[in-house]
């Protein structure tokens, strides 16, 4: 796919990795529609993005009647649908048996709405409309990448919750790629380890240099531009499929 023709859907896109990726595919000349459901950091996105090829929609994951429709506006916005990148996340941390009791039911049950439902639930929607595209000389009519992590794997205590729902999420991908053979649709997942986005920032120096430290190699946290990177590598690259990629500097999460 030629980056200056994409129309591209993106969760979570106004700050952290989605923001990162829309920079890096908005640099290229793509056009793009980012989810979310953060309106104050919406306006400096646009604004540096830019209002006449980018814009926001105020969407919530989870709801399935408003995830569809704004999939249809931003097919309009853009025409048409090519690239989803799903991004849009919660931590829901906490441990299962806490200070306080029992982790609350609802605690877990909407790690994984947001984290696991919520991605398939775009991914559906994004692939409805991506199947009526005209395909390129390989077939391909469209490309869904997902954010899974490195704790899909390697959970820590405290991250029951979390773990699931990303290991939920690679363990759709294989299956989604193969169903979606038939309409020409790739399907990836991204699992990043320890990256430097805005939730990193809020903690204190000294955290922030062990978290680096704790990467084999490059010994630092991972730049959300690298991710970034790896996005379009997947989008151009059009022989990655089913795949669930680490991208974790070899990192590999400690119980706790």
């Known amino acids: ?3 200056n023709q994409i129309k591209a859907v993106i969760t979570g896109g106004v700050s952290g990795l989605g923001l990162s990726v829309a920079r890096r595919f908005a640099a290229d000349g793509a056009k793009l529609a980012l989810f ?8 400096p996105a646009i604004e540096e993005l830019g209002a006449d090829r980018v814009k926001f929609f105020h969407t919530d994951v989870t ?20 690239v989803l990148v ?26 994984v709405m947001v984290n696991l439902v919520g991605s398939f639930n775009v991914a559906k929607a994004a692939a409805d409309r991506m199947q009526h595209n005209a ?14 992590s490195v704790a899909a794997w390697e959970g820590q205590i405290g991250q029951a919750a979390y773990s699931a729902s990303k290991g939920g999420v690679v363990g ?3 299956p989604m790629a193969r169903e979606f053979t038939r309409f020409g649709i790739r399907v990836n997942t991204i699992a990043p380890g320890v990256f430097h986005t805005p939730m990193v920032d809020t903690m ?41 990629i680490r991208l974790d500097g070899a990192i590999r999460l400690e119980p706790k």
């Not at 709801?63 to 090519?82: C, K, P, R, T």
């Open 1 to 3: 796919m030629k980056f």
């Open 36 to 43: 979310d459901i953060n309106e104050e950091q919406a306006g």
């Open 63 to 82: 709801d399935e009647q408003q995830v569809s429709d704004n999939i249809a506006a931003a097919e309009e916005f853009m025409g048409g649908i090519d």
């Open 86 to 111: 799903n991004c849009a996340g919660i931590l829901g941390a906490g441990r299962v048996l806490g200070r306080n009791g029992p982790m609350p039911l609802e605690r877990f049950a909407g790690t």
């Open 135 to 148: 395909p390129n000389d390989d077939g391909e009519r469209g490309v869904i990448i997902n954010t899974a």
């Open 172 to 174: 759709m991908t294989l």
């Open 204 to 244: 204190p120096p000294e955290v922030q240099q062990a978290l680096g430290d704790s990467v084999p190699f490059p010994n630092r946290l991972g730049k959300p531009e690298e991710f970034a990177d790896l996005c379009k590598h997947l989008v151009e690259n059009a022989y990655f499929n089913g795949a669930s």
